[in-house]
């Protein structure tokens, strides 16, 4: 069955680590996303992806980095300079209007 | 100003009632309007997908578009407790044949008991 599949499903990273959050896609959809949900606060845009090797920021990309080296895969970089990463990160891709977003399950980050 | 306004609740309602789910929005230029499912610690899912003004129905759900009024609006009749979730609207000004990125609304929590 065609999906986005997201690892790991829980992290947990030490203050001043950096992390990468897994995203592949076998859907082979042009556009790639990466949100982030805090409670009450809905989605917000990280990065997006038209097309491999291109990127643009979204509204709240300072302290995260992204590449898109492959249509399959767009994974998340979390550096030590986003200062409050504790979030649920939510990838999704998308090929025409009349779709939508295919989402995948989340990974529930925490910073301890 | 957001540009996509909603009520994040919680609202709670009886097995069997009528539930009304709406958003407002700033950009006029919004052409494509879309209403996601979101499950506890899930990724959401495509509900309903609009374009322009006009209704929409899909069995028990009904998505309305007001462009004048800047104004959506999600319906579930007959709501049953597995439509217990939170419920988010999202649109997009793109007029190409990609969707381009979403705006997203905050998401309103349901609870549907029975």
């Known amino acids: 069955d065609g999906g986005i599949t997201q690892s790991p499903k829980y992290l947990f990273r030490k203050e001043g680590q950096n992390v990468t959050l897994s995203c592949e896609q076998n859907l082979n959809h042009d556009a790639m996303y990466w949100y982030r949900q805090d409670p009450g606060q809905g989605l917000r845009l990280i990065y997006y992806s038209q097309i491999v090797n291109d990127f643009q920021k979204g509204d709240i990309a300072e302290g995260y980095s992204v590449s898109r080296e492959k249509k399959e895969s767009f994974p998340l970089t979390v550096t030590s300079a986003q200062k409050n990463p504790t979030a649920f990160y939510l990838c999704?891709?998308?090929?025409?209007?009349?779709?939508?977003?295919?989402f995948g399950s989340g990974t529930r980050l925490t910073v301890v | 100003q957001k540009e996509v306004e909603q009520d994040p609740g919680p609202l709670s309602v009886p097995e069997g009632a009528i539930v009304s789910l709406n958003c407002t929005y700033s950009?006029?230029?919004?052409?494509?309007f879309m209403w996601y499912r979101q499950y506890s610690r899930k990724g959401p899912e495509l509900l309903m997908y609009t374009y322009s003004s006009g209704n929409k129905e899909d069995g028990r759900f009904t998505a309305q578009v007001d462009k004048s009024s800047k104004y959506i609006s999600l319906f579930i009749r007959d709501s049953q407790p597995s439509d217990s979730a939170t419920y988010l609207c999202?649109?997009?000004?793109?007029?190409?044949?990609?969707?381009?990125?979403?705006?997203f609304g905050r998401g309103t929590q349901l609870t549907v008991w029975p």
């Open positions: 999704a891709s998308s090929i025409d209007r009349e779709g939508g977003y295919t």
């Open positions: 950009n006029s230029a919004f052409q494509y």
């Open positions: 999202a649109m997009s000004p793109n007029r190409g044949s990609t969707l381009g990125r979403l705006y």
